[in-house]
């Protein structure tokens, strides 16, 4: 083995003309990272971290750190958490030329084109007073737990909270619908992830592109507004294409 | 740290660049790239990071929290409910942060409804993460 020898921390592939200036001004909170010339790709590589709990779980946030300073200037395909490459001449010759092609279409996908998450939750005190509002069933239940000394009500509290889990299901597919409808005309894409928290309303990543980003902005706090009332709203991204890059025409079902 | 909320008041709470491990975890442990001849490492405390994340919707425990968050809603036609159940039940599940919001909740109930508490709202999710 060489001097060389060391362990690199893949992020992703970017061309190799990118300029990547917003990982030079994100640098004091970035790890240092280097790009790997091979051809017209380049790949975005950095020390892998030592092997602890710690050192892995900054290194998970510095994974997604990083390719996100990428994307705000360039096309990215992001690496998985946790390749690791043996040594700089293995990133040329093992990781790039092989699949040079490959990652050339991927790169082409996502052209022009950046991730956004958007995740909803419910405001609890007041999706669960409309669900006890509207249902008699756990009106009356909520009665007899309140009469029922407390070590009996265990079964009375399972079917009220089992029926107000159906009637927020019910509820979250309404609403994710809607607001995937009102999505559609200022995205490429978007899809539903697993949701987070019990009171989450939809975990959806959406595929948009970059000259249409105002407008998906814009689209989202309209009908946050009109909503405010009852969920919260966070926005994740600009990010890589992570849910979309193994779909070939990503597109609305 | 890269926390913004847009101008103009937007509902919207922005984060740019990934603040937290949990908004995280799920997207860059599944999607993402994987290049077969190279193993992925087996990090110390990966499926640590994805335990921490894991929510388990729709079993037993969560209809039975679901039943305990119906059971301390301030509803505004009620008589006041004794305290002394809520207190109980809480302690017994061991929710630290919950059990503040249930008292507040049975403390206060119609200034509740009225002017529903958003800062124990946000910190009830925060305690879950």
């Known amino acids: 083995m060489s001097d060389e020898q060391r362990n690199l921390w893949v992020y992703g592939i970017v061309p190799a003309d990118a300029s990547l200036e917003e990982i030079e001004r994100r640098s004091d909170r970035l790890p240092k990272v280097e790009v790997v010339e091979a051809g017209d790709l ?212 | 740290m890269s926390m913004q909320t847009s101008p103009g008041g937007s509902p919207v709470e922005r984060s740019q660049e990934s603040s937290s491990l949990a908004d995280v975890v799920n997207t860059i442990l599944d999607k993402g790239v994987v290049v077969d001849v190279f193993a992925r490492v087996s990090l110390v405390g990966i499926e640590l990071l994805r335990a921490d994340v894991r929510v388990v919707i729709a079993s037993v425990d969560t209809y039975l929290r679901f039943a305990e968050a119906v059971d301390r809603l301030g509803m505004g036609t009620e008589e006041p409910k004794d305290l002394t159940g809520v207190v109980e039940d809480v302690t017994e599940s061991g929710a630290k942060g919950k059990s503040k919001g249930a008292l507040e909740a049975g403390a206060d109930k119609l200034s509740d409804i009225l002017e529903p508490d958003e800062e124990d709202a946000k910190e009830k999710e925060e305690s879950r993460r």
């Open chain 1, 42 to 253: 380049a790949a975005i590589v950095g020390d892998a971290p030592e092997e602890d709990a710690k050192a892995t779980r900054d290194q998970a946030l510095a994974h997604a750190r990083v390719l996100e300073a990428a994307v705000a200037d360039t096309s990215v395909v992001p690496f998985r958490f946790g390749i690791i490459v043996g040594a700089d001449d293995e990133i040329a010759t093992e990781l790039i030329e092989p699949r040079r092609d490959e990652f050339k279409q991927l790169l082409d996908r996502v052209d022009g084109r950046v991730q956004m998450v958007l995740k909803v939750y419910y405001d609890e005190d007041t999706v669960l007073r409309e669900i006890v509002d509207s249902d008699e069933e756990v009106k009356q239940l909520r009665e007899a737990m309140k009469e029922t000394p407390e070590e009996a009500t265990r079964d009375v509290r399972v079917q009220i909270g089992e029926r107000v889990n159906n009637a927020l299901e019910e509820r979250r597919q309404r609403d994710s619908a809607e607001i995937a409808e009102q999505l559609k005309g200022v995205s490429v894409a978007g899809t539903a992830e697993g949701l987070e928290k019990e009171f989450m309303v939809v975990n959806a990543p959406f595929l948009v592109e970059r000259d249409k980003l105002e407008e998906f902005e814009e689209a989202v706090d309209g009908f946050a507004q009109e909503r405010q009332d009852r969920m919260h709203f966070r926005l994740l991204g600009p990010m890589p294409a992570y849910n979309f890059i193994d779909v070939e025409e990503p597109a609305w079902a």
